[in-house]
């Protein structure tokens, strides 16, 4: 139980939170400039606005909450899930602005899954929106893959003690260099330079088909960005369809994939250490579970006689399959295609693929295949257990950069997050029955959201009931933090409300 926190925690979580805002405000800079030179008066006015209102928040947050106190592990879990959510009320401002938007509540939406890379999205026209609208939305499915409390820290954290509760509380555990400060300057560069290389690629590609240079530039920076965060925003309403392009389906392919392994796995590789490829436990278990969601993918498509030559299998199958399991949501068929066409058997095999997710400290969402190897590791020595004589000592170890056994604490963490994602995934679809929708449906959903995937089976839209909104952006909100950092809010909370009726019955 978290004791009644004083004045002054509340202050520096309040101080942390501001910064993070000011770091949106920062954000909403590059959208602002693009509409600009696109001469979209209104839509630079919107930015104007929200980036008046971030930097409002921040100099009041400096002003009155600034105390002389290092951050704590529990402030650094509030700062992380607070500040996504304040992050999202702030990022949603010139969403609702633009009149793209039922409600705030649909911006509020679209914000949190732009946030944490899902992908799902209510925004109404998307065909007619405009540049700066684009800019924005793929921007926040950039950031939001490299984190953003990683943001925070890369630019408004430097020298602060306690840096590393914030980085380790957005879910990203692991240290690529000694300092944490340079450890998000190096994922910024990571990214940057995939960013400049990958959308050079797809440019080529959109200008191989025909599109216009100017525009073909946008489009290939959206799309890098939807495809690396793992997002799957893309500009056009159809997503990938709309380019009817070999190449660029592609090129996305081995830029989601790239962009869904672990950020440590990415620094080693670059500083020369190749072979932690093929060693790493997260690689193998994302190269089993990818084989086996292709078999069973397989065998659905055959029992149904759909999509029975190559071309079409990668296209419509394996490339939505790999989508799924990165949790891109990046799609190449009609929602409604996957209930008319895809059979129950291969529509499961997305919905597990789904739930696993990508790599840990990645961009991706679900389960995390660091947690599927340990799982697998753990099952297979308690079987060596209890094959071998009593006085055995039997132990299991994974390689993740280096060697970790397994010991007790470490495998009833990974469990409980199991059970979390779990839960989640089943409430959502059970909420989604409730109102009316077909359970494959209301789970396929569920789990895209839970996972921060963004493949739709078709219930998720602007008409789609308000408490299923609401809920969704729990799932991807505690999904993409990994629920501890949120348990940890909610318990702050109760903890305060604790403290005022204590107060009330001295009184």
Same mark, same amino acid.
């Given at each position: 139980m978290i004791l009644r926190p004083a004045r002054e925690d509340v202050k520096l979580i309040g101080w942390g939170i501001g910064r993070v805002i000011l770091g949106v405000g920062l954000i909403m800079t590059v959208p602002l400039v693009v509409a600009l030179l696109s001469t979209e008066w209104d839509t630079a006015l919107d930015f104007l606005i929200g980036i008046l209102a971030c930097v409002a928040f921040w100099l009041f947050m400096e002003i009155t909450c600034h105390v002389k106190k290092d951050l704590t592990w529990l402030h650094g879990l509030i700062?992380?899930?607070?500040?996504?959510?304040?992050?999202?009320?702030?990022?949603?401002?010139?969403?609702?602005?633009?009149?793209?938007?039922?409600?705030?509540?649909?911006?509020?939406?679209? #914000?949190?899954?732009g946030y944490?890379? @899902? =992908?799902? %999205?209510?925004? *109404?026209? $998307?065909?007619?929106?405009?540049?700066?609208?684009?800019?924005?939305?793929?921007?926040?499915?950039?950031?939001?893959?490299?984190?953003?409390?990683?943001?925070?820290?890369?630019?408004?954290?430097?020298?602060?003690?306690?840096?590393?509760?914030?980085?380790?509380?957005?879910?990203?555990e692991e240290k690529l260099l000694p300092n944490v400060i340079n450890t998000a300057r190096a994922i910024w560069m990571i990214s940057l330079t995939y960013l400049v290389v990958g959308s050079l690629f797809i440019w080529l590609a959109l200008l191989k088909e025909g599109m216009p240079v100017a525009r073909g530039?946008?489009?290939?920076?959206? #799309?890098?960005?939807?495809?690396?965060? @793992? =997002?799957? %925003?893309?500009? *056009?309403? $159809?997503?990938?369809?709309?380019?009817?392009?070999?190449?660029?389906?592609?090129?996305?392919?081995?830029?989601?994939?790239?962009?869904?392994?672990?950020?440590?796995?990415?620094?080693?590789?670059?500083?020369?250490?190749?072979?932690?490829?093929?060693?790493?436990?997260?690689?193998?278990?994302?190269?089993?579970?990818?084989?086996?969601?292709?078999?069973?993918?397989?065998?659905?498509?055959?029992?149904?006689?759909?999509?029975?030559?190559?071309g079409e299998f990668f296209s419509k199958g394996l490339y939505n399959l790999a989508s799924a399991h990165t949790t891109t949501g990046n799609g190449t068929v009609f929602s409604i295609s996957f209930v008319n066409e895809f059979g129950l058997i291969a529509m499961w095999a997305l919905i597990l693929v789904m739930a696993i997710g990508a790599s840990a400290a990645s961009t991706g969402g679900g389960f995390k295949g660091l947690r599927m190897g340990i799982v697998f590791k753990y099952i297979r020595g308690e079987i060596r257990r209890l094959a071998s004589p009593e006085s055995a000592v039997v132990a299991e170890k994974v390689h993740h950069v280096h060697d970790v056994?397994?010991?007790?604490?470490?495998?009833?963490?990974?469990?409980?997050?199991?059970?979390?994602?779990?839960?989640?995934?089943?409430?959502?679809?059970?909420?989604?029955?409730?109102?009316?929708?077909?359970?494959?449906?209301?789970?396929?959903?569920?789990?895209?959201?839970?996972?921060?995937?963004?493949?739709?089976?078709?219930?998720?839209?602007?008409?789609?009931?308000?408490?299923?909104?609401?809920?969704?952006?729990?799932?991807?909100?505690?999904?993409?933090?990994?629920?501890?950092?949120?348990?940890?809010?909610?318990?702050?909370?109760?903890?305060?409300?604790?403290?005022?009726?204590?107060?009330?019955?001295?009184?």
């Open positions: 700062v992380a899930s607070g500040g996504w959510l304040a992050a999202m009320i702030f990022g949603a401002i010139p969403h609702i602005l633009s009149g793209h938007f039922k409600s705030f509540l649909d911006a509020c939406f679209d #914000l949190m899954s944490t890379t @899902t =992908g799902l %999205f209510l925004l *109404q026209d $998307l065909d007619h929106a405009s540049h700066g609208l684009n800019m924005w939305r793929h921007l926040l499915t950039y950031a939001g893959g490299q984190g953003i409390i990683v943001i925070a820290l890369t630019f408004l954290f430097a020298g602060t003690a306690g840096a590393f509760k914030i980085y380790a509380s957005e879910g990203k530039g946008l489009h290939s920076v959206w #799309l890098f960005m939807g495809a690396w965060s @793992t =997002g799957g %925003f893309a500009p *056009q309403s $159809l997503n990938l369809l709309y380019y009817h392009s070999f190449w660029v389906q592609i090129l996305t392919l081995v830029i989601f994939v790239i962009g869904s392994f672990n950020f440590v796995l990415h620094y080693e590789v670059w500083t020369g250490n190749r072979r932690e490829i093929y060693r790493n436990v997260e690689t193998r278990s994302f190269t089993t579970t990818m084989l086996l969601g292709t078999v069973m993918l397989s065998l659905g498509f055959g029992k149904i006689g759909l999509f029975t030559n190559f056994w397994l010991d007790d604490a470490l495998v009833k963490g990974v469990l409980f997050v199991l059970v979390c994602y779990v839960v989640i995934y089943a409430l959502g679809g059970v909420i989604g029955i409730m109102y009316g929708y077909d359970p494959s449906v209301a789970i396929f959903d569920s789990v895209s959201a839970g996972s921060n995937t963004g493949l739709s089976a078709g219930l998720t839209g602007p008409l789609m009931p308000a408490l299923m909104k609401v809920y969704y952006i729990f799932m991807m909100w505690a999904g993409r933090l990994e629920f501890i950092s949120v348990i940890a809010l909610f318990s702050f909370g109760g903890a305060i409300l604790r403290g005022r009726g204590a107060r009330r019955k001295k009184r």
